[in-house]
């Protein structure tokens, strides 16, 4: 239990971070850190840039300079080396897209009241949206994965696997990472094929398009193709419904040659459920978004499991800036 005290001024921090975020998202938004790359610029400057009012750019300049996203010195703004690493969008570790990602969720937020009252999802899941919306949640997803993804696949001994099933891969991030760290992996992403064009461009880019193939397909509605000897489920689980999530679990198993691993990778709660912070603060986003999502605990997760069949089930102990878990068992 967290027994720190909350202040006024803790409270007063809470009730508006908001502006923080919105600052920083206008700051993306408007490519201000893309404009000012390695130069010093006066606001002026990069109001003439971005097409952007004067005294509006000026005033936004300074507050991010007061977040510490820029540095101000004699009326000229250069970039901090953490902005101009991951706010630049010339930087290979370009941060934007799950900042729009984030920035297309704040309307659903503010109406946070409104789903807790009626249970009712406020806005469609991302990958259902168009275009744009589309784009900032695969690309956010692939950029955050991919600075956490090579770390964890070398916690998770696959060395003696052959085939990778990536079950709601996405843009094929984690099918990339364990296959970079396992020479003799192949690997299937199983997505929907709105997502095709996002994983076969990052599959390529690797050059692991002869080992990674992309199928399309709806794993809550449909069934999976081929015989797998490890299949890796993450961040999938919490987008459904439990009765759905055991499905999904039991699809996955039936795809698992005798002896097949399973590992689930999410944002596991206590099995209080109310903590550790991001995840239980994730469980809200799924009531804002999803019909039936939520964040679940290692025990529900461990439970869906068993009753599909899994054993050894254990914990596999991983460090990443957001709580997120690893669960793994067998196939017997």
């Given at each position: 239990?967290?027994?720190?005290?909350?202040?006024?001024?803790?409270i007063?921090?809470?009730?508006?971070g908001?502006?923080?975020?919105?600052?920083?998202?206008?700051?993306?938004?408007?490519?201000?850190?893309t404009?000012?790359?390695?130069?010093?610029?006066?606001?002026e400057?990069?109001?003439?840039?971005?097409?952007?009012?004067k005294?509006g750019v000026?005033?936004?300049?300074?507050?991010?300079?007061a977040?510490?996203?820029?540095?101000?010195?004699?009326?000229?703004?250069?970039?901090?080396?953490?902005?101009?690493?991951?706010?630049?969008?010339?930087?290979?570790?370009?941060?934007?897209h799950?900042s729009?990602h984030?920035?297309?969720?704040?309307?659903?937020?503010?109406?946070?009241?409104?789903?807790?009252?009626?249970?009712?999802?406020?806005r469609?899941?991302?990958?259902?949206?168009?275009?744009?919306?589309?784009?900032?949640?695969?690309?956010?997803?692939?950029?955050?994965?991919?600075?956490m993804?090579?770390?964890?696949?070398k916690?998770?001994?696959?060395?003696?696997?052959?085939?990778?099933?990536?079950?709601?891969?996405?843009?094929?991030?984690?099918?990339?990472?364990?296959?970079?760290?396992?020479?003799?992996?192949k690997?299937?992403?199983?997505?929907?094929?709105?997502?095709?064009?996002?994983?076969?461009?990052?599959?390529e880019?690797?050059?692991?398009t002869?080992?990674i193939?992309?199928?399309?397909?709806?794993?809550?509605e449909?069934?999976?193709?081929?015989?797998?000897?490890?299949a890796?489920?993450?961040?999938?689980?919490?987008?459904?419904?439990?009765?759905?999530?055991?499905?999904i679990?039991?699809?996955?198993?039936?795809?698992?040659?005798?002896?097949?691993?399973?590992?689930?990778?999410?944002?596991?709660?206590?099995?209080?459920?109310?903590?550790?912070?991001?995840?239980?603060?994730?469980?809200?986003?799924?009531?804002?978004?999803?019909?039936s999502?939520?964040?679940?605990?290692?025990?529900?997760?461990?439970?869906?499991?068993?009753?599909?069949?899994?054993?050894?089930?254990?914990?596999?102990?991983?460090?990443t800036?957001?709580?997120?878990g690893?669960?793994a068992?067998v196939?017997e």
């Amino acid at each position: 239990m967290n027994t720190q005290q909350i202040t006024p001024g803790a409270i007063i921090e809470i009730s508006g971070g908001y502006w923080k975020t919105c600052t920083l998202h206008a700051g993306v938004k408007l490519d201000i850190f893309t404009v000012i790359g390695s130069e010093q610029l006066t606001s002026e400057d990069v109001a003439q840039k971005i097409d952007g009012d004067k005294r509006g750019v000026k005033i936004l300049l300074n507050a991010l300079t007061a977040m510490n996203l820029l540095v101000k010195e004699d009326g000229f703004f250069s970039n901090t080396g953490a902005s101009a690493s991951f706010l630049s969008k010339d930087a290979p570790q370009y941060m934007g897209h799950i900042s729009m990602h984030h920035n297309n969720l704040v309307a659903s937020w503010s109406q946070l009241d409104a789903a807790v009252r009626t249970g009712v999802p406020i806005r469609e899941r991302a990958s259902m949206r168009n275009e744009e919306w589309r784009e900032s949640f695969l690309m956010g997803m692939f950029n955050m994965a991919m600075m956490m993804a090579p770390g964890i696949v070398k916690k998770i001994d696959i060395s003696k696997r052959r085939h990778l099933l990536d079950l709601g891969g996405g843009p094929g991030t984690y099918a990339i990472n364990y296959c970079l760290n396992n020479p003799h992996l192949k690997a299937t992403v199983y997505d929907l094929p709105t997502t095709r064009p996002f994983a076969e461009r990052a599959i390529e880019k690797f050059g692991l398009t002869g080992r990674i193939r992309f199928m399309d397909g709806n794993y809550t509605e449909e069934g999976i193709e081929g015989t797998y000897d490890v299949a890796w489920l993450s961040h999938i689980l919490h987008g459904e419904a439990p009765e759905d999530c055991q499905k999904i679990i039991q699809k996955a198993v039936s795809a698992l040659e005798t002896g097949g691993m399973i590992l689930i990778h999410d944002f596991i709660l206590d099995n209080t459920l109310d903590g550790p912070l991001f995840p239980a603060l994730f469980s809200l986003n799924m009531l804002l978004g999803t019909p039936s999502g939520q964040a679940y605990s290692e025990q529900q997760i461990s439970d869906m499991l068993g009753k599909a069949g899994v054993k050894e089930i254990r914990r596999i102990s991983i460090q990443t800036p957001n709580d997120s878990g690893v669960i793994a068992g067998v196939i017997e």
